[in-house]
Structures are given as structure tokens and as C-alpha cells.
């Protein structure tokens, strides 16, 4: 039982078996939608999770037709027309597509590939025919121990409910290697009983070896020990059985015919299974995939556009360089006299008062308590969400990273103690990647190191996201030394930000190409010869925003 075997599982829409309904997910899995993409996304969330669980190198888990170039090895690839249709997804659906993951999952833990490279090697001179039955026997034998693996845990639940469920269909009556294996492996993990005397030699050679194949499950070797081991044991066990199926019937030829083709490089001529996910759906699997994870690809594509070839990976990355700020006191305090000053002003009403102003709306209380009066006073509400997104590419080294950290740090001590939104991130680029990290947690500065080039245009894009949206004013203010020379267009970006009524500043410290500076940010950049002019700057720069909103 391979993935393989599921690749078209279909389920009757008016006939709805029994186990649909009852399944062990059911007693775990409470992140359900009725919407098809946040349901898909949630089942494909909670089956990675199963997959985390059983080790590190399972590779990833995604929906048949989800990606382009999910074919590459180590990918388990989930039938996604048995999951399409009704949502939330059913339990008995759910564990089936848990079985399939641990099934999957256990074979690439276990290396089953490189056992057959192993046992490939050993048997160079079976012939393409022969070759084939030795495929089979392999294949059988490597269920038959992930089942073994399985069942040391609850896993093993849903791999013995899958083969239940879709495991044991009608054998061919035809006497056939294929049909040999078969019923190997049922006897084996389902204990079943009764068999045509053309089989009972084999197979009862093949059954008494099986405790040999379970006994390697159970050494506590390493994994290269135990593919050694396993490969040595299928050749065996071939060289025992041969001599008595080598006059029977033979399958349709799987294994030879594609191996042949891979060598001789027509593998386009393969049938190519056709996607049933159309491609709007799996865009919208990957956002809802995206939306509170660390991988902000998805959802840059989306906004960019998912043909734009200048978009890089965006990885939202926390790091653990704690740093202590030199806070100018006086530049703090010039802020917050800003921030009063230009803040909005809300009207307290306290009612119900004896003493006061008369309030129409109570005069009915004269008579009685004389709380006829009212109190109207006028506050202050300081409560903005303001991003500072600080560019920390190689160029930002030294005294210049120095003052744009030092004055991030004053311009959030002026915004404490009011019910203001604070984030400050920095970025930069690291082997092809726009890595963005948050440097302001809990209240404590962080740092990152100077590294790569200017992903700006993807670095505003990713803070932005990261903005609570309301009716608050919302202002993001992008701090660089140069112009953005990877990653998406900052023309983008911009317009994102303008979209989602973000207002966007760009302060252009110590610049080295101006025109270029000018091109990418047009109206939203204002210039500062020198780094020294930071400060200064942000303080006309909130003075004017504040007041004008330009």
C-alpha cells in the first residue's frame, strides 16, 4: 500500500459509508471552516503537524496540483479530489488522510528509497521481468514494516484504519506475483486466513521470514544499519521464492518500464496526472497557509502578483540579540510634546452630578436628588499604530545602524503609556531570502546583523501586513541608506500601502544614489545628507504628518 493507491480515491456524493462519519481525528482536530480554502489550509496545517511528529526529515505535505513544483522527492503528496466537496471535512475523510501522511511519512523516515538503491545494486543481473517482481516483493516488504513501526504508537490507528477502509480490495483470481504480495501483506497485518494451495508454499515462506523483517523494525540501530539490513533480507528472500513463481503468470509491468524510460530520457512521455485543484483555490490554500506563519511568500505573490518573477522568499525571523539603546531624554520628551499637541481630543461627559452644569436630559431628578448636572470635559487620545521599518543591509554597519537603533528607541519611549501601537523591524537579504525581524519584543531592543542587500520594497510589504487594521491612523516610516536592489518593485509596495490607507514615509539617511532614491519613491522620501540629521528629521517628519497629513 503506497500513496500510489490512492491517487484516485472517490467517494460516491449520494451514498455516504458509514465510516465518514466516525473517526479518531474527531477527538483532536477543533480548527474547522465551512470555507473551502481555510478548511483545506486547516487540514493541511494539522497534517504537517502529524508529519512534525514523526521526524524531522519527512519532507513537506501538500495537496495534489497545490504547487508547481511539488513533484521534487521527499513531497507527500495528499489526493486532493478525495478531500474536495463537502466542508468541514468529514472525520472518517480526516483519518484517512492522516493514514496517508504517517504511511508516507514513515517510508521516507526509514529511507525506503535508499533500500531499493541498495537492492538494485545487489541484483544488477535480474532481468527487467524478474526486476519487476523483485519492485513488488520491495514494496509489500516496506509496508509491511512502516505498519510494524506504526503500531508502537497511536499513529498506527490510522494507518490500520486506512488499510481497512482502502487496503483490501478483490485479489485476481489469476495466479500472479502481484497477488502473491497481496495477500503477504494481509496475512501478515490483518491476520487473514484461508488461501488457494498455489500460494500456501510461498506464502508461508514469505510469512515466517515476515518476523525477521518486524525483529529489524525493533533493533535499535541506526537507519543506514537498518536499510542495509532490510536489503539484505529482500535479496534473500527473493533468491528463496523465485524458483517457485518464476512459471506464473507475470503483472503488468510497473518498475521496468519507467525505469527504462528514465534512462533512456523520455520521461515527458509519461502520462502526467491532471490537477483537479484549480489553480485560484490553491492560491487561496497558500494565503490562508501564510496568514500568522513565518512564510510571507504567499501572500507577497498574492498582492504583487502571482506571475511577478521579482518576488523572493519573505521569511518573518525572530532574532535573540538583546541590545541596550542609548535613549536621548531630550529628544523623547520634544516628541511626546508632538504627540500632545497634534493628538485628537475626545469629549468625557460624567452625568448625573449635584453640582455643575444642568443637563436637559436629567431635569427629571430635580424634584427628588437635585442630580440633575453634568461635567464636559475634553482629553486627549494619543492612540496611533506606527511601524518603523529599519533597513539593516551591509551598508547599514557601524554609526549609522548605531543612530537609526537609538533613535527608534526614543521615538517608542515617547509613544509609551498611551494606548498606541508600536513595531519596529529590521531587514535584509541572506542567500536569495528577505528575511524581516521584529526588533522590538516585550518591550526589549533587539539587533540583527548587517548582512546582504535592500529587499525594500518586500520588507514594507511585510511590515504592513503585520499592522492591526481599524479605524486608527496608521503610519509606516522606512528608514534606508539607498535605493532597493532586490526583491519586488517599491512602486508595489506603495501602492499596497495606499490601498490599505497605510501612510508611507521613506527617510533617505546618508544617501549615495539620489535620482535612483527619487525614481523608486517619488512624493514619500525625504532626504538627509547626513545620518547625524535623523533625528531632527523625525521630529518635523511627525510634526508635519501629524498636523497637515502630508
Given at each position: 500500500?503506497?500513496?500510489?493507491?490512492?491517487?484516485?480515491?472517490?467517494?460516491?456524493?449520494?451514498?455516504?459509508?458509514?465510516?465518514?462519519?466516525?473517526?479518531?481525528?474527531?477527538?483532536?482536530?477543533?480548527?474547522?471552516?465551512?470555507?473551502?480554502?481555510?478548511?483545506?489550509?486547516?487540514?493541511?496545517?494539522?497534517?504537517?503537524?502529524?508529519?512534525?511528529?514523526?521526524?524531522?526529515?519527512?519532507?513537506?505535505?501538500?495537496?495534489?496540483?497545490?504547487?508547481?513544483?511539488?513533484?521534487?522527492?521527499?513531497?507527500?503528496?495528499?489526493?486532493?479530489?478525495?478531500?474536495?466537496?463537502?466542508?468541514?471535512?468529514?472525520?472518517?475523510?480526516?483519518?484517512?488522510?492522516?493514514?496517508?501522511?504517517?504511511?508516507?511519512?514513515?517510508?521516507?523516515?526509514e529511507w525506503s528509497d535508499y533500500v531499493w538503491l541498495k537492492l538494485n545494486e545487489a541484483t544488477k543481473r535480474v532481468d527487467s521481468k524478474d526486476k519487476d517482481v523483485l519492485w513488488r516483493l520491495y514494496n509489500a516488504g516496506e509496508d509491511i514494516y512502516v505498519n510494524a513501526l506504526a503500531q508502537k504508537s497511536v499513529l498506527g490507528l490510522y494507518v490500520k484504519r486506512l488499510r481497512e477502509t482502502f487496503g483490501r480490495g478483490e485479489i485476481s483470481k489469476v495466479i500472479t506475483p502481484g497477488a502473491l504480495f497481496e495477500l503477504w501483506k494481509r496475512y501478515v497485518l490483518d491476520?487473514?486466513?484461508?488461501?488457494?494451495?498455489?500460494?500456501?508454499?510461498?506464502?508461508?515462506?514469505?510469512?515466517?521470514?515476515?518476523?525477521?523483517?518486524?525483529?529489524?523494525?525493533?533493533?535499535?540501530?541506526?537507519?543506514?544499519?537498518?536499510?542495509?539490513?532490510?536489503?539484505?533480507?529482500?535479496?534473500?528472500?527473493?533468491?528463496?521464492?523465485?524458483?517457485?513463481?518464476?512459471?506464473?503468470?507475470?503483472?503488468?509491468?510497473?518498475?521496468?518500464?519507467?525505469?527504462?524510460?528514465?534512462?533512456?530520457?523520455?520521461?515527458?512521455?509519461?502520462?502526467?496526472?491532471?490537477?483537479?485543484?484549480?489553480?485560484?483555490?490553491?492560491?487561496?490554500?497558500?494565503?490562508?497557509?501564510?496568514?500568522?506563519?513565518?512564510?510571507?511568500?504567499?501572500?507577497?505573490?498574492?498582492?504583487?502578483?502571482?506571475?511577478?518573477?521579482?518576488?523572493?522568499?519573505?521569511?518573518?525571523?525572530?532574532?535573540?540579540?538583546?541590545?541596550?539603546?542609548?535613549?536621548?531624554?531630550?529628544?523623547?520628551?520634544?516628541?511626546?510634546?508632538?504627540?500632545?499637541?497634534?493628538?485628537?481630543?475626545?469629549?468625557?461627559?460624567?452625568?448625573?452630578?449635584?453640582?455643575?452644569?444642568?443637563?436637559?436630559?436629567?431635569?427629571?431628578?430635580?424634584?427628588?436628588?437635585?442630580?440633575?448636572?453634568?461635567?464636559?470635559?475634553?482629553?486627549?487620545?494619543?492612540?496611533?499604530?506606527?511601524?518603523?521599518?529599519?533597513?539593516?543591509?551591509?551598508?547599514?554597519?557601524?554609526?549609522?545602524?548605531?543612530?537609526?537603533?537609538?533613535?527608534?528607541?526614543?521615538?517608542?519611549?515617547?509613544?509609551?503609556?498611551?494606548?498606541?501601537?508600536?513595531?519596529?523591524?529590521?531587514?535584509?537579504?541572506?542567500?536569495?531570502?528577505?528575511?524581516?525581524?521584529?526588533?522590538?519584543?516585550?518591550?526589549?531592543?533587539?539587533?540583527?546583523?548587517?548582512?546582504?542587500?535592500?529587499?525594500?520594497?518586500?520588507?514594507?510589504?511585510?511590515?504592513?501586513?503585520?499592522?492591526?487594521?481599524?479605524?486608527?491612523?496608521?503610519?509606516?516610516?522606512?528608514?534606508?541608506?539607498?535605493?532597493?536592489?532586490?526583491?519586488?518593485?517599491?512602486?508595489?509596495?506603495?501602492?499596497?500601502?495606499?490601498?490599505?490607507?497605510?501612510?508611507?514615509?521613506?527617510?533617505?539617511?546618508?544617501?549615495?544614489?539620489?535620482?535612483?532614491?527619487?525614481?523608486?519613491?517619488?512624493?514619500?522620501?525625504?532626504?538627509?545628507?547626513?545620518?547625524?540629521?535623523?533625528?531632527?528629521?523625525?521630529?518635523?517628519?511627525?510634526?508635519?504628518?501629524?498636523?497637515?497629513?502630508?
Amino acid at each position: 500500500m503506497t500513496i500510489k493507491s490512492f491517487d484516485n480515491l472517490q467517494i460516491d456524493p449520494m451514498h455516504h459509508p458509514s465510516w465518514l462519519f466516525e473517526g479518531y481525528s474527531d477527538f483532536w482536530r477543533s480548527n474547522k471552516s465551512t470555507l473551502e480554502p481555510v478548511e483545506l489550509a486547516n487540514v493541511l496545517r494539522a497534517l504537517r503537524k502529524v508529519a512534525g511528529h514523526i521526524g524531522s526529515g519527512v519532507g513537506s505535505v501538500e495537496w495534489e496540483g497545490m504547487k508547481e513544483n511539488n513533484s521534487h522527492t521527499g513531497t507527500i503528496k495528499l489526493p486532493s479530489a478525495f478531500a474536495l466537496g463537502n466542508y468541514p471535512i468529514l472525520p472518517g475523510k480526516m483519518d484517512m488522510l492522516v493514514g496517508i501522511v504517517v504511511h508516507e511519512a514513515m517510508h521516507q523516515q526509514e529511507w525506503s528509497d535508499y533500500v531499493w538503491l541498495k537492492l538494485n545494486e545487489a541484483t544488477k543481473r535480474v532481468d527487467s521481468k524478474d526486476k519487476d517482481v523483485l519492485w513488488r516483493l520491495y514494496n509489500a516488504g516496506e509496508d509491511i514494516y512502516v505498519n510494524a513501526l506504526a503500531q508502537k504508537s497511536v499513529l498506527g490507528l490510522y494507518v490500520k484504519r486506512l488499510r481497512e477502509t482502502f487496503g483490501r480490495g478483490e485479489i485476481s483470481k489469476v495466479i500472479t506475483p502481484g497477488a502473491l504480495f497481496e495477500l503477504w501483506k494481509r496475512y501478515v497485518l490483518d491476520e487473514q486466513k484461508g488461501v488457494s494451495e498455489e500460494y500456501s508454499k510461498t506464502l508461508e515462506i514469505l510469512v515466517k521470514a515476515s518476523q525477521r523483517l518486524i525483529k529489524i523494525a525493533d533493533e535499535s540501530k541506526s537507519v543506514s544499519t537498518r536499510c542495509n539490513l532490510r536489503s539484505i533480507f529482500y535479496k534473500e528472500l527473493w533468491e528463496q521464492i523465485k524458483g517457485y513463481i518464476s512459471e506464473w503468470e507475470r503483472d503488468k509491468i510497473i518498475y521496468s518500464d519507467m525505469h527504462q524510460e528514465k534512462q533512456e530520457g523520455r520521461v515527458e512521455s509519461m502520462p502526467v496526472q491532471q490537477q483537479v485543484m484549480p489553480l485560484a483555490l490553491s492560491h487561496q490554500i497558500e494565503w490562508s497557509l501564510a496568514d500568522g506563519s513565518c512564510n510571507l511568500t504567499p501572500l507577497i505573490k498574492g498582492i504583487c502578483g502571482t506571475d511577478d518573477k521579482s518576488v523572493i522568499p519573505t521569511s518573518l525571523w525572530e532574532f535573540n540579540t538583546r541590545v541596550t539603546p542609548v535613549v536621548d531624554p531630550y529628544l523623547v520628551a520634544r516628541l511626546k510634546a508632538i504627540f500632545q499637541t497634534y493628538a485628537e481630543r475626545v469629549s468625557l461627559i460624567e452625568r448625573g452630578l449635584e453640582s455643575g452644569k444642568v443637563d436637559r436630559k436629567r431635569l427629571y431628578r430635580a424634584a427628588t436628588t437635585s442630580c440633575c448636572f453634568m461635567s464636559k470635559q475634553s482629553a486627549v487620545d494619543i492612540a496611533w499604530d506606527i511601524v518603523l521599518v529599519v533597513d539593516c543591509s551591509k551598508s547599514m554597519e557601524g554609526p549609522k545602524g548605531k543612530m537609526v537603533e537609538d533613535t527608534s528607541a526614543a521615538v517608542v519611549k515617547a509613544l509609551e503609556g498611551q494606548r498606541n501601537r508600536v513595531k519596529v523591524f529590521g531587514y535584509f537579504e541572506q542567500r536569495g531570502v528577505c528575511i524581516v525581524s521584529p526588533l522590538l519584543r516585550g518591550g526589549v531592543f533587539y539587533t540583527v546583523p548587517p548582512h546582504g542587500q535592500t529587499p525594500s520594497g518586500q520588507a514594507i510589504i511585510a511590515a504592513a501586513l503585520q499592522m492591526p487594521k481599524g479605524r486608527r491612523r496608521r503610519f509606516l516610516v522606512h528608514i534606508t541608506d539607498g535605493e532597493s536592489n532586490c526583491g519586488c518593485s517599491v512602486e508595489k509596495a506603495l501602492d499596497f500601502c495606499k490601498r490599505e490607507g497605510v501612510d508611507t514615509i521613506t527617510l533617505g539617511c546618508a544617501y549615495r544614489e539620489r535620482d535612483i532614491l527619487v525614481k523608486q519613491y517619488g512624493d514619500s522620501l525625504q532626504l538627509l545628507d547626513y545620518i547625524e540629521q535623523l533625528p531632527k528629521a523625525l521630529e518635523v517628519l511627525f510634526s508635519r504628518k501629524l498636523l497637515y497629513g502630508r
